[in-house]
Nanobody
Framework: QVQLVESGGGLVQAGGSLRLSCVAS????????MGWFRQAPGKERELVGA????????NYASSVKGRFTISRDNAKNTVYLQMNSLKPKDTAVYYC????????????????????WGQGTQVAVSS
């Protein structure tokens, strides 16, 4: 069993930055592909970014490409989401996710591919 604990959310003005962190406990972190999803009120859940076990392959939603960066530190069992140039439409609950099997160089983009979810952290961007 893997537990995922997110932190770093909060309220920020448009144009500002936040860095979300997700610490994983349980099995070996380096063997998990990781990702971040978000869900805004009344909207579908969507992938924000995904990263392979290797850390070398990443994928982003088109709406955040160039503004957000996903990264991982296997020594700290932590995955990050650096969010720059934030916009009001980025307001949502952000969830850290982990997939317990798969290719070393693969990332995953659909919610049902992930085995574990964190409790979520709220991000609010004011205009």
């Amino acid at each position: 069993q893997v537990q995922l604990v997110e932190s770093g959310g909060g309220l920020v003005q448009a144009g500002g930055s936040l860095r979300l962190s997700c610490v994983a406990s349980g099995r070996i972190f380096r063997s998990y592909a990781m990702g971040w999803f978000r869900q805004a009120p009344g909207k579908e859940r969507e992938l924000v970014g995904a990263i392979s076990q290797s850390g070398g392959n990443t994928n982003y939603a088109s709406s955040v490409k160039g503004r957000f960066t996903i990264s991982r530190d296997n020594a700290k069992n932590t995955v990050y989401l650096q969010m720059n140039s934030l916009k009001p439409k980025d307001t949502a609950v952000y969830y850290c996710v982990a997939k317990g099997s798969g290719g070393y160089y693969s990332f995953y983009v659909t919610a049902d591919e992930y085995d574990y979810w964190g409790q979520g952290t709220q991000v609010a961007v004011s205009s």
